[in-house]
């Protein structure tokens, strides 16, 4: 009798313990730093690539383009951009001056097997009459999500970086 | 206690408690639990919300916060849906807060999306006494009923085509008294628009055409059948209006000069679809969403 009861709560207790189902983990980009820039400039367009164009994450592997299941943007991806952009660039804020138009063509992890890959970020610049495309590639070795949304960050890093420097030179 | 032996009341005691926890547990995860974290919201829409199921989810910025607990149609407007959602106590339903209607993957089933548009009031029904959350058309919602407004248009321009293009015009037509300069400038203004028209009209039909299968939504699938056969049509009628406007008479011209108006008000209405389908194309487009990528199961 006494197993019996044993055997009893042992199983409703495995309710307790049984997997849960998966929840979403929201994400923003963080940047480590910020640029004074030495002229004016206004944030006139943020385009980015229509598969893009969501809160979902996208990635590569060999077999094509998906969205991650477990982890997606805070918001639309275009407003990620840019509120990374006020934020490294805070005098873009003031929205006066020379015209910025940004179009990000690509920003996704490609995996060449489950950890490791790289980071493409594409993008097409326009400041007033100067056009340029940045082309970044950031090698990475992630043995977690939050590894690889380090990794995503430094890309950007050096896409703000170059951008920064950019800037200067055709203000 | 002698061992082996068994405790009658002691078993009955623990049945009862089991009895009691277990009524309790329901209780608690059913009414008791509903009641106190959510509260309902009343949504009310003339549009159609065919895919909304009672039980669909509420999102707010991608979160889940409520479900949809009731659709019923107004008795006192056959027009209008109303919708009950629970929603949950946590997240603060203010001026400003607008829901849309939503397609969720490939399933064709729909939810619900709140989300912050200026401009937009929070109602108060005193029949139900619920707070109204504004409904504003969702882009896929807007497609399906302009479609059918643009086959309605293209439908009718056809038919005054052909009046144009009767036997008796043909004849008027072939007499050709003068030719109106003016007019004849306009006449093949408005073909070029068209025929853009028909480029444009082609390529959203196609592209349309490969998203939505995706969807499987029938209503627009048949909406997008119907406009291709009109469109096709169209384009051989374009050459004949060329001719038309090469042989124009006094009797025809006035005709013609208005079917071309219409066939101008179509291509922009044409043109505002085909907007609205760039503006937030990824509201068609269903990438079929794979198990967790390998990264994400880690901690």
Redesign the interface.
């Known amino acids: 009798m006494k197993k019996s009861f044993c055997l009893i709560f042992i199983f409703m207790l495995s309710a307790c313990t049984l997997k849960t189902t998966p929840y979403e983990t929201m994400h923003l980009l963080e940047i480590r730093y910020t640029y004074n820039l030495s002229c004016n400039i206004k944030l006139s367009e943020i385009k980015v690539a229509d598969y893009l164009n969501t809160e979902k994450m996208v990635y590569r592997d060999a077999k094509g383009l998906h969205y991650f299941a477990l982890n997606k943007w805070a918001c639309p991806f275009p407003y990620v951009i840019k509120q990374t952009l006020i934020n490294s660039f805070p005098s873009l804020y003031q929205n006066q001056g020379k015209n910025l138009s940004i179009y990000i063509l690509s920003f996704e992890p490609y995996f060449t097997n489950e950890k490791q890959g790289k980071i493409r970020l594409k993008a097409i610049v326009k400041l007033e009459n100067s056009v340029k495309t940045f082309y970044i590639e950031h090698h990475f070795n992630a043995q977690n999500f939050e590894e690889l949304m380090v990794h995503m960050n430094k890309t950007l890093d050096q896409f703000l970086k170059n951008l920064y420097f950019w800037i200067q030179a055709n203000c | 206690m002698l061992e082996g032996r068994?405790n009658y009341i002691l078993?009955g005691l623990?049945i009862l408690l089991m009895i009691v926890v277990s009524v309790l547990t329901l209780y608690i995860f059913t009414k008791f639990g509903k009641k106190a974290e959510y509260k309902k919201y009343l949504i009310i829409t003339p549009e159609s919300i065919s895919g909304l199921r009672e039980g669909a989810k509420v999102y707010y910025?991608?979160?889940q916060v409520g479900k949809v607990e009731k659709i019923s149609i107004d008795p006192e407007d056959q027009n209008t849906v109303k919708i009950i959602v629970l929603i949950d106590k946590k997240l603060k339903v203010i001026d400003g807060m607008v829901a849309t209607l939503r397609i969720q993957g490939i399933t064709g089933l729909s939810y619900i999306n709140i989300e912050k548009k200026p401009g937009f009031k929070l109602g108060y029904d005193e029949k139900e006494k619920l707070t109204i959350i504004p409904m504003k058309p969702s882009q896929l919602q807007k497609i399906t009923s302009s479609l059918p407004e643009i086959i309605e248009n293209a439908n009718k321009i056809l038919l005054r085509i052909q009046e144009v293009l009767s036997p008796q015009n043909t004849k008027k037509i072939n007499q050709l008294i003068f030719k109106a300069d003016k007019l004849l400038a306009e006449l093949n203004q408005a073909v070029i628009e068209t025929q853009k028209f028909i480029t444009e009209g082609k390529k959203l039909v196609k592209v349309t055409q490969n998203k939505i299968k995706t969807l499987d939504v029938e209503k627009i699938n048949i909406t997008i059948e119907k406009y291709q056969k009109v469109a096709k049509t169209l384009e051989k009628l374009i050459s004949q209006l060329k001719i038309l406007t090469q042989n124009a008479d006094s009797n025809t011209l006035p005709k013609l000069n208005s079917l071309l108006e219409k066939l101008k008000e179509t291509s922009q209405e044409l043109k505002d679809l085909s907007h609205k389908l760039n503006a937030e194309?990824?509201s068609l487009?269903n990438?079929k969403?794979?198990?967790?990528?390998?990264?994400?199961?880690?901690?």
């Open positions: 068994v078993v623990f910025k991608g979160v194309p990824y487009i990438i969403e794979i198990k967790p990528h390998p990264l994400e199961e880690k901690r």
